[in-house]
T-cell receptor, first 112, second 113 residues
Framework: DSGVTQTPKHLITATGQRVTLRCSPRSGDLSVYWYQQSLDQGLQFLIQYYNGEERAKGNILERFSAQQFPDLHSELNLSSLELGDSALYFC???????????FGQGTRLTVV | DQQVKQNSPSLSVQEGRISILNCDYTNSMFDYFLWYKKYPAEGPTFLISISSIKDKNEDGRFTVFLNKSAKHLSLHIVPSQPGDSAVYFCAASVHEQGGKLIFGQGTELSVKP
């Protein structure tokens, strides 16, 4: 158990809908990262927050947004969903910005 | 542009022998490298890391080697055990860009009894 909690574990939704994925980092970790793993793809970095502020942005679509709350949990919002958004979404956390990150078990999103 | 590449999608090794997983990178700004192990239906688990100021880091059965001039790193597992069977990802980051990791595509290791 990495100490990073993601909910829900599975999500099935229709095209055009909006979903919210939630992540609770390890106790004391200030950095939260979101990654996407599509079929046959490696993990693609989406976005990083550090202590409530956006720190780095990767290949995150404009339809996607994220935030980190004062209690350090984070949410990833995916809207106007398309079939191609079906993927595993991982959250990771680390104490600072330059240490190894610990991953949650992921949310498997299926868009039908 | 794939900045981190794992050219072998799979590797099969006999139990007790050495497993060598390879990773190449193109961005010379990378200064921190990590290996993660992933089982199906689980998140990646951190294994071992190495800073660019070193060329070797060892932790039990796991050793990571870094060759900066060749932009190449490798993970050695000795001796390999059936429980090591998983997908292994290498990842790299640039210190001043925070902890954002760029991952390779992964190598599926199968250790046969």
């Amino acid at each position: 158990d990495s100490g990073v909690t993601q909910t829900p574990k599975h999500l099935i939704t229709a095209t055009g809908q909006r979903v919210t994925l939630r992540c609770s980092p390890r106790s004391g970790d200030l950095s939260v990262y979101w990654y996407q793993q599509s079929l046959d793809q490696g993990l693609q970095f989406l976005i990083q927050y550090y202590n409530g502020e956006e720190r780095a942005k990767g290949n995150i679509l404009e339809r996607f947004s994220a935030q980190q709350f004062p209690d350090l949990h984070s949410e990833l919002n995916l809207s106007s969903l398309e079939l191609g958004d079906s993927a595993l979404y991982f959250c990771a956390s680390s104490p600072g910005s330059n240490t190894e990150a610990f991953f949650g078990q992921g949310t498997r999103l299926t868009v039908v | 542009d794939q900045q981190v590449k794992q050219n072998s999608p799979s590797l099969s090794v006999q139990e007790g022998r050495i497993s060598i997983l390879n990773c190449d990178y193109t961005n010379s700004m990378f200064d921190y490298f990590l290996w993660y192990k992933k089982y199906p239906a689980e998140g990646p688990t951190f294994l071992i890391s190495i800073s660019s100021i070193k060329d070797k880091n060892e932790d039990g059965r796991f050793t990571v080697f870094l060759n900066k001039s060749a932009k190449h790193l490798s993970l050695h597992i000795v001796p390999s055990q059936p429980g090591d069977s998983a997908v292994y990802f290498c990842a790299a980051s640039v210190h001043e860009q925070g902890g954002k990791l760029i991952f390779g595509q992964g190598t599926e290791l199968s250790v046969k009894p």
